[in-house]
């Protein structure tokens, strides 16, 4: 156990949910890891998962049995986020550690350790390519690293607080960065300039993405609303709401028309990107949801929750 989970302690090793009825797009629930799941992320070929743990732990999946393939060890703390590369072939994970771990998923083994992160690192990310991944921190800043040798190639200033989130455009071009701020911020990556800032209505944004053509941004945060902006202007074209309490995480589907997201309210909610609908609403967890995605073929959703859980569902 690390220095911080001494500190604060862990959950109970018996930990007693409420019952809830399961969705029935319900496909799998995966089990495994010993405290709070907070990140979740499909490979590329959508046939594996990557988590990331209050435990300490990243863990590797198998999708189509729920197996688990390889649980990797190294992080002094609770593991905040992981990333999946776009060919597959290296995951990532950040920590309240400080640090930022590239590791070979077929082995299960960590390749690099990448240190530069004054405090807790909320994000990580790959570029397209692979060959480049964001990470950003409470300590306010945005760091870009070498995948294959992990050596830092670059810190990026602007933020005035914590940051929570960075991804990336899907040109490569940009990365868009969000936190305990009333704007998001979008940059530069050749110059590292901050370029724009946008106005989202809350004081603190968990989420960021961009769409798969880079024409919007889904954003969510606090006041529990998912918004949708226009990349270019910052104006928000939708407004979600549906969500009881602070939403979470959010992505789009692989064809931008649908967008998924979790909150503190225990739910997983489908939206139309185009009309702003709710689709569905999936109940199972039993405690708040932190991170969601959905696979590379678009029929299906992950979810990570406090419950311990990871969940697998249908996309209705």
Known sequence: MGFLSKLFGKKEVELKRPQVREDENLIRTLEGHQDRVLGVRFSPDGKKLVSGSFDE?????DVA???????????????E???????????????????VRIWDPAPGK??????G???????????????TLASC?????????D????????????????????????????????GEETVIRIWDVASGKNTASYATGDSLSHTACFSPDDSLIALCGRDAKVKILDAASGEIKHTLEGHDDGARSVCFSPDGTKAASVANDEKVILWDVVT??????????????QSVDISPDGTTIVSSSDDRKIKLWKLV
Do not use: Q
């Open 57 to 61: 732990k990243v863990m590797l999946w």
């Open 65 to 79: 049995t729920g197996a688990p393939l390889h649980t990797m060890s190294g992080h002094d703390t609770w593991v």
């Open 81 to 99: 986020c992981v990333d999946y590369s776009p060919n597959g072939d290296r995951v990532a994970s950040g920590s309240t550690d400080s640090t």
């Open 110 to 115: 960590c390749v690099h350790l990448c240190k």
């Open 117 to 131: 992160h004054d405090t807790a690192v909320r994000m990580v990310a790959f570029s397209p390519d692979g060959k």
């Open 137 to 145: 921190s409470r300590d306010t800043l945005i760091k870009l690293w």
């Open 147 to 178: 995948v294959e040798t992990g050596r830092e190639l670059k810190t990026l200033s602007g933020h005035i607080s914590y940051i929570e989130c960075v991804a990336w455009s899907n040109d490569g071009k940009r990365l868009v960065s969000c």
């Open 276 to 289: 702003g609908r709710l689709i569905h609403t999936y109940r199972g967890h039993v405690l708040e949801v």
